[in-house]
């Protein structure tokens, strides 16, 4: 039995992995899964894949290109969410900001460097023609991190998929003030070198069980009730959602829109123009 360390965050967007390994789909194909929790998001995982910590990750694209390019022996093996994301941002109740056009020159709360939380405010910020500095910056790890340094004013706004936040918004802990969505598909599946060179075949087989999942899922009548129930998020909430979001039913990835991806991350500043990129996608 082939073991793999499979990480990713704890929100509705991998229930179809759960309930593979649930039912028992890996391990009939002789592949042992290991689910880890990364709930500081994309920066907490591409550090768990350069540690040795996690052997495939379900993350960010624009979080595990921009490591990649900056020296992360990882590649890139499939992507798994297609449609792109709803990043949500938000502010606290108490502060006086009401339009996401006015965020620019405030403290932005982020999971990690290199985050989604923090990649994303950054390629926003470049859409709009703004900059923003590395002063702007407070680390809080996580999603209840960013709610408190937004409560005491350590920070001005939070980007984080709007979903997730949505029983904070409802309960007042948090106030969104404007969303944006990423211009290109939301997740992939990356995995280190050490395990695409020792259990080649082992990964394959995941990623055919996570693909058939994926389907499985997708045609599921019950889908909704289930991510409402598991996630206590509210049925008409999760309707949206899924109705919004389509995953990936083969291990395809697009060259084109990696090199969308790294336009948008060269245009914004989080690489340099004469940055190397080297093969980002694992070829079979």
């Not at 900056?70 to 109740?93: A, F, M, Q």
Request: glycine share 8%; hydrophobic share 40%.
């Amino acid at each position: 039995m082939i073991k793999i360390r499979l990480g990713g965050v704890p929100e509705h967007f991998n229930l179809p992995i759960h309930l593979g390994i649930e039912r028992g789909n890996f391990t009939k194909e002789g592949v042992s899964v290991e689910w880890i929790n990364y709930p500081g998001g994309s920066g907490h995982m591409t550090q768990a894949l350069r540690n040795d910590e996690a052997d495939l990750c379900i993350l960010l694209t624009e979080g595990i290109v921009t490591d990649i390019i900056r020296g992360n022996p990882c590649k890139i093996i499939s992507e798994y969410v297609v449609s792109p994301l709803t990043w949500g941002i938000h502010t606290d109740k108490g502060n006086t900001l009401a339009n996401a056009n006015d965020i620019f020159d405030k403290h932005y709360a982020i999971s990690r460097i290199g985050s989604g939380s923090h990649l994303m405010a950054m390629i926003h910020a470049n859409d709009k023609g703004h900059s923003l500095m590395s002063d702007q910056f407070v680390v809080v790890e996580n999603l209840n991190g960013a709610v408190d340094s937004l409560s005491r004013q350590e920070s001005d706004v939070f980007y984080w998929e709007k979903f997730t936040t949505k029983p904070f918004v409802d309960a007042g802990k948090l106030r969104r003030i404007g969303e944006y969505m990423s211009p290109w598909p939301c997740f992939v599946i990356a995995a280190t070198e050490r395990i695409l060179a020792k259990h080649p075949h082992g990964v394959a087989k995941v990623l055919d069980v996570i693909n058939a999942s994926c389907i499985r899922f997708m045609e599921d009548s019950t889908a909704i009730e289930t991510v409402s129930e598991r996630y206590k998020l509210k049925q008409v909430d999760v309707e949206r959602w899924y109705h919004s979001t389509e995953w990936a039913t083969n291990s395809w990835v697009s060259d084109k829109m990696l090199k969308s991806v790294v336009f948008q991350l060269r245009a914004a500043g989080i690489i340099s123009a004469d940055q190397a990129v080297p093969e980002l996608i694992w070829k079979t």
